[in-house]
């Protein structure tokens, strides 16, 4: 019988672990915690948003190759992965695509991983952490600072270093570093963004719908010729913008910059760039079912129709009141001048619309480890084996889950990615662990 010891009780560690032993290893899973799961009891704003419906559920995930994260997905897809808790007594429903317990519990998924290990006989070791690793011969050898645990076979499934309070210190980095493993650079993602500007403390709060496009962008020399005085004499350098990533959805103004689900989505490009207030923008369409003509046309009627009154009540059906001293300083207006002045001047009626469609600003970086829900980076996937996910340095080695350099959109994407990626190294394991070794 094959013995498998899994490092690490989140969500791909237990799958790893169920796995195995259901293939017939006999499975001892350490945790540096006292409880198994944490994570995931915070995931979905406590709800656990399981999975994804998705059939594609690699095009929603970065970091590796598309190609190396579609042939581990394959192995547990997503209506696997509902049937999977269904057996286990965990039924669940869909809303918009994201997949959730009928619970609406993340306790219940845990609850439901963690009976399947008692039934299967798995060895849960709690509050124990792994601080080395090694092989002797053909024989893995696990320490904490006062036990060593031996194996055919060790799965590392660690997570990352995004929210560190459940136990995901990053440690998981070094015990893979031990065993010759490269780890490509590790940042926050799903998180909020930081910003520059001082006008963040009064819209604090404030929520609205928007579409942001993230853009890197590069200045160019200002062009020499006819025509092109103004940008010489500005000494404004012109730019050339190139399109990241857009979203829609809720945007949430923070007293540092922003928040909400769009911004998690864009969250990871920013915190991947070396220099973000250089290259990056970020642009906010605050009224995206309005076309810019449509705009124009329905704010210079109102304007005409309100004639002496101030700017403000122009707009106050269209934006938040606290966003609006902001708009109308973008545009280079104040609340003080008339719907009168604006009616009549084109370039004014222009500059509004652009500064409502177009909000610009610019990225700082991203909240820390503490805040963030996952981590870009991990593990190199060129060094590990996509139908396994064994260790391509060290047979009887294997990764699951967030360690490794794969990161998903929220959805459901990232636990999606663990239960997958557990999957198949804990089949892999049980299946061949040092029987491999030559
Ligand atoms: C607030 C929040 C909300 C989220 N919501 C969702 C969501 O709704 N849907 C979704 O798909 N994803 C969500 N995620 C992301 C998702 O939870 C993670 O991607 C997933 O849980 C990662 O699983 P994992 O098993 O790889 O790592 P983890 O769950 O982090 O588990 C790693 C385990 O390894 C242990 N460990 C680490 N190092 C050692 C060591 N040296 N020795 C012993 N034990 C060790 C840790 O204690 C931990 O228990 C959310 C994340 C957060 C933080």
Same mark, same amino acid.
């Given at each position: 019988?094959?013995?498998?010891?899994?490092?690490?009780?989140?969500?791909?560690?237990?799958?790893?672990?169920?796995?195995?032993?259901?293939?017939?290893?006999?499975?001892?899973?350490?945790?540096?915690?006292?409880?198994?799961?944490?994570?995931?009891?915070?995931?979905?704003?406590?709800?656990?948003?399981?999975?994804?419906? $998705?059939? +594609?559920?690699?095009?929603?995930?970065?970091?590796?190759?598309?190609?190396?994260?579609?042939?581990?997905?394959?192995?547990?897809?997503?209506?696997?992965?509902?049937?999977?808790?269904?057996?286990?007594?965990?039924?669940?429903?869909?809303?918009?695509?994201?997949?959730?317990?009928?619970?609406?519990?993340?306790?219940?998924?845990?609850?439901?991983?963690?009976?399947?290990? +008692?039934?299967?006989?798995?060895?849960?070791?709690?509050?124990?952490?792994?601080?080395?690793?090694?092989? $002797?011969?053909?024989?893995?050898?696990? +320490?904490?600072?006062?036990?060593?645990?031996?194996? $055919?076979?060790?799965?590392?499934?660690?997570?990352?270093?995004?929210?560190?309070?459940?136990?995901?210190?990053?440690?998981?980095?070094?015990?893979?570093?031990?065993?010759?493993?490269?780890?490509?650079?590790?940042?926050?993602?799903?998180?909020?963004?930081?910003?520059?500007?001082?006008?963040?403390?009064?819209?604090?709060?404030? +929520?609205?719908?928007?579409?942001?496009?993230?853009?890197?962008?590069?200045?160019?020399?200002?062009?020499?010729?006819?025509?092109?005085?103004?940008?010489?004499?500005?000494?404004?350098?012109?730019?050339?913008?190139?399109?990241?990533?857009?979203?829609?959805?809720?945007?949430?103004?923070?007293?540092?910059?922003?928040?909400?689900?769009?911004?998690?989505?864009?969250?990871?490009?920013?915190?991947?760039?070396?220099?973000?207030?250089?290259?990056?923008?970020?642009?906010?369409?605050?009224?995206?079912?309005?076309?810019?003509?449509?705009?124009?046309?329905?704010?210079?009627?109102?304007?005409?129709?309100?004639?002496?009154?101030?700017?403000?009540?122009?707009?106050?059906?269209?934006?938040?009141?606290?966003?609006?001293?902001?708009?109308?300083?973008?545009?280079?207006?104040?609340?003080?001048?008339?719907?009168?002045?604006?009616?009549?001047?084109?370039?004014?009626?222009?500059?509004?619309?652009?500064?409502?469609?177009?909000?610009?600003?610019?990225?700082?970086?991203?909240?820390?480890?503490?805040?963030?829900?996952?981590?870009?980076?991990?593990?190199?996937?060129?060094?590990?084996?996509?139908?396994?996910?064994?260790?391509?340095?060290?047979?009887?080695?294997?990764?699951?889950?967030?360690?490794? $350099?794969?990161?998903?959109?929220?959805?459901?994407?990232?636990?999606?990615?663990?239960?997958?990626?557990?999957?198949?190294?804990?089949?892999?394991?049980?299946?061949?662990?040092?029987?491999?070794?030559?």
């Amino acid at each position: 019988m094959k013995r498998v010891i899994v490092v690490g009780a989140g969500a791909s560690g237990m799958m790893a672990a169920i796995t195995a032993a259901k293939n017939g290893a006999a499975v001892t899973v350490v945790d540096a915690m006292d409880r198994a799961g944490k994570k995931i009891l915070l995931t979905g704003n406590g709800r656990c948003n399981l999975t994804h419906v $998705d059939e +594609r559920p690699e095009e929603s995930c970065f970091g590796a190759e598309r190609v190396w994260i579609r042939e581990v997905m394959r192995h547990l897809m997503p209506e696997d992965v509902r049937r999977f808790f269904l057996e286990l007594g965990l039924p669940t429903f869909e809303k918009n695509g994201y997949v959730y317990p009928v619970t609406g519990q993340s306790s219940s998924v845990t609850a439901v991983l963690t009976s399947e290990m +008692r039934r299967l006989k798995i060895k849960l070791k709690l509050s124990e952490k792994i601080l080395a690793l090694e092989k $002797d011969g053909t024989i893995w050898k696990v +320490r904490t600072d006062s036990w060593c645990y031996e194996g $055919d076979a060790v799965i590392l499934a660690c997570g990352s270093k995004a929210a560190p309070r459940t136990g995901s210190d990053g440690s998981g980095y070094e015990l893979a570093k031990m065993a010759g493993h490269r780890i490509r650079a590790v940042q926050p993602a799903l998180t909020p963004v930081l910003c520059e500007g001082d006008f963040f403390q009064a819209v604090a709060g404030v +929520r609205c719908r928007a579409t942001v496009s993230l853009y890197r962008v590069t200045k160019k020399e200002p062009r020499k010729g006819p025509g092109r005085e103004s940008e010489k004499e500005s000494g404004r350098k012109p730019e050339e913008k190139r399109l990241i990533r857009r979203e829609s959805g809720e945007l949430l103004w923070t007293g540092y910059g922003v928040s909400g689900i769009l911004v998690f989505q864009l969250s990871r490009f920013i915190s991947t760039s070396s220099s973000p207030e250089k290259e990056l923008i970020l642009e906010a369409d605050l009224l995206p079912d309005l076309s810019e003509e449509d705009l124009a046309g329905i704010l210079r009627m109102k304007a005409k129709a309100l004639g002496q009154e101030k700017l403000p009540a122009l707009l106050a059906g269209f934006l938040n009141e606290k966003l609006i001293p902001v708009i109308l300083k973008r545009a280079g207006m104040t609340k003080k001048n008339s719907c009168e002045e604006m009616a009549g001047d084109r370039e004014l009626l222009g500059r509004l619309v652009w500064s409502i469609k177009h909000f610009r600003l610019i990225p700082r970086g991203t909240k820390s480890f503490d805040t963030c829900q996952v981590c870009a980076g991990g593990v190199d996937t060129a060094q590990v084996d996509c139908r396994t996910l064994e260790s391509g340095l060290q047979s009887g080695l294997y990764f699951a889950g967030e360690i490794l $350099d794969v990161d998903g959109l929220c959805g459901g994407y990232n636990l999606q990615w663990a239960w997958a990626s557990g999957y198949t190294a804990g089949r892999a394991a049980a299946q061949s662990g040092s029987a491999k070794i030559s």
